[in-house]
């Protein structure tokens, strides 16, 4: 049975000339495009859903629940995109960078907006940003989290449970990768995502004036032309995660993949998502 549409963002990030050709459906356990000669890949779990349609292409394990590591920053970013008032000063407090790396640097008593720490959060995957946008937004890691559960909840997200904002691992954490596929669909909905996620390399200022440039974490954005995101993640009890995103003559397809154990991940979302934009291609 088919699930409902991902939920909508708010009307202030639908632009018109925003390029989603249908509102996707959620992927669903049913509706499989016939994938007899789709490349096997080495993630533990995996999903690869057409964009467009949300239609399942080929999966395997993907309803297995299991950690994401910071894969799920993709929802801590839509939340905060959902409250707003990205041009809202955030003042940094000792409690946000008490954790572990990856850490962008950022100090106690330094401000930035909530855009230009949307924007480093998405492309570094900085811990310590996430902890700050997540105490700006809800006061606490803990209301945050629970703000994360209702967000997952309203894209149809039953097998999830989020209580951090950067993914790091905690007990009672964890996604599937159908869940996660859901996120991805509604998070590509998101102009200031796709904006984000897409980029290579990103330039940061620092309160000090000082600027860095940023390496997005996603090497399939320097391996595979076609690609345009997302989120990748790592942690010894996930392994290596990632959600990407592949769009060719206006088709598109989003692929999960969690608990890769290998350094082929890379490879294998390339090889992957290739196969599925020649499928849609030939329908």
Not at 40 to 49: E, G, H, K, N, T
Not at 93 to 104: A, F, G, I, Y
Not at 122 to 145: M, P, T, W, Y
Request: proline share 5%; charged share 15%; net charge positive.
């Amino acid at each position: 049975m088919m699930l409902s549409a991902c939920a909508a963002p708010p009307a202030a990030f639908t632009p018109a000339t925003m390029p989603v050709t249908a509102v996707p459906q959620s992927p669903a356990q049913s509706h499989y495009i016939k994938a007899a000669s789709a490349p096997v890949i080495r993630a533990a779990s995996y999903l690869l859903v057409d964009a467009n349609t949300g239609i399942p292409m080929v999966a395997h394990n993907a309803d297995a629940k299991r950690a994401v590591a910071s894969t799920q920053k993709i929802i801590t970013a839509m939340v905060v995109l959902d409250q707003g008032n990205l041009d809202d000063p955030v003042t940094v407090k000792s409690s946000d960078v008490n954790v572990e790396p990856t850490r962008l640097g950022i100090r106690p008593g330094e401000t930035y907006t909530r855009r230009a720490l949307l924007y480093a959060f998405l492309v570094k995957s900085a811990n310590d940003i996430g902890k700050a946008l997540a105490r700006d937004v809800a006061g606490s890691q803990e209301a945050f989290a629970s703000m994360m559960n209702a967000k997952a909840r309203s894209l149809g997200m039953s097998s999830s449970y989020f209580v951090n904002p950067h993914g790091l691992t905690e007990g009672g954490q964890h996604s599937t990768a159908r869940d996660m596929a859901r996120a991805g669909l509604a998070a590509w909905r998101y102009p200031i995502i796709r904006d984000a996620v897409r980029q290579q390399y990103h330039t940061f200022r620092f309160a000090s004036g000082k600027k860095i440039t940023l390496h997005n974490t996603n090497e399939l954005l320097g391996q595979m032309p076609e690609c345009n995101g997302m989120k990748t993640g790592y942690t010894n009890a996930a392994g290596r995660c990632l959600i990407s995103c592949a769009t060719s003559g206006g088709r598109s397809v989003i692929l999960v993949q969690l608990g890769t154990k290998t350094k082929y991940i890379w490879d294998d979302g390339r090889i992957l998502m290739s196969w599925g934009l020649r499928q849609l291609g030939r329908g």
